[in-house]
């Protein structure tokens, strides 16, 4: 998101001021809010979250619904020692993110894969989630939205992340889903490397977006587990009362966090124990 659009939307903000929506992350109160999002087919039959042509957006901080059910959940959960990743940030989180890392001390790095055409904040460092420039176990959190569905090798993004996770930590990992079947992969593997031979046209038919190289569905938990994580789907508390746009927050009906922890490693002495009884 560049600045330039920021200050458009503060600009002609005033035209949606109002006292039915609230923006948690801003604090703007608006009687309307933009437009995102496209329609398509696939959305409605494959019962798609977090998808579709919807009015979601804070006129002011053009904040999305899923930016702000994120931020209900972090700023609950994130601690003066926290160390985190945020890897393909949302704008309107980020800033709110920078600004309170000054003021409660945490450590708040951000990270996006640079690609031409785009405009990136200084801030935010050139990387790739299948290979990350950190050490090992030095996050509490690594928050990765929308980002695994345009990774053609899932296992390699979800190892590094585990890789630089502490034990204990947490990553966050919402994604378009599909609430109606199991996970539709769009990615083989052609002599040992992971790659996506689906036209733009197929994966929009397919995953409702040219660039999307997957679609999780129900089936997102059980992958995840053979993939090294232990995943939820948190169901924030305000969630029966925000239905659609009839909340002050306006959040996606719904839409869950998908929040992952890593397996325990397989405790070797144990295995050996195990393994040893007749
Ligand atoms: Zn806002």
Redesign the pocket.
């Known amino acids: 998101m560049h600045p330039f659009q920021i200050l458009l939307a503060k600009w002609s903000s005033s035209f949606y001021r109002g006292n039915k929506y609230a923006?948690?992350?801003?604090?703007?109160e608006a009687k309307k809010l933009r437009f995102r999002g496209h329609n398509h087919p696939v959305i409605q039959r494959k019962k798609i979250l977090s998808a579709g042509k919807r009015r979601s957006d804070?006129?002011?901080?053009?904040?999305s619904d899923r930016d702000?059910r994120l931020w209900l959940y972090l700023e609950n959960a994130i601690t003066p020692q926290s160390n985190i990743l945020h890897i393909a940030p949302e704008y309107?989180v980020a800033i709110k993110m920078r600004n309170l890392s000054k003021s409660m001390g945490f450590h708040y790095h951000c990270l996006d894969k640079r690609t031409q055409g785009y405009y990136y904040p200084k801030w935010v460092l050139n990387g790739d989630i299948t290979s990350l420039e950190f050490a090992d176990s030095q996050f509490d959190w690594v928050i990765a939205n929308h980002v695994l569905e345009h990774i053609p090798n899932l296992q390699s993004a979800l190892n590094e992340v585990k890789r630089v996770l502490k034990p204990t930590g947490k990553a966050i990992f919402m994604v378009p889903l599909s609430q109606s079947q199991p996970t539709e992969e769009g990615c083989i593997t052609v002599n040992g490397q992971w790659c996506c031979e689906l036209s733009k046209k197929e994966k929009i038919e397919r995953f409702g977006q040219h660039d999307h190289l997957r679609l999780f569905g129900t089936d997102m938990d059980q992958i995840f587990k053979k993939m090294g994580f232990d995943l939820i789907f948190l169901s924030h508390e305000n969630t029966e009362k925000a239905i659609s746009h009839k909340s002050p927050l306006a959040l996606f009906a719904n839409e869950c966090i998908p929040i992952a922890t890593p397996t325990a490693s397989p405790n070797v002495d144990n295995i050996n124990a195990i393994s040893s009884i007749p």
């Open positions: 923006c948690n992350l801003c604090g703007f804070c006129p002011n901080c053009l904040s702000r309107p």
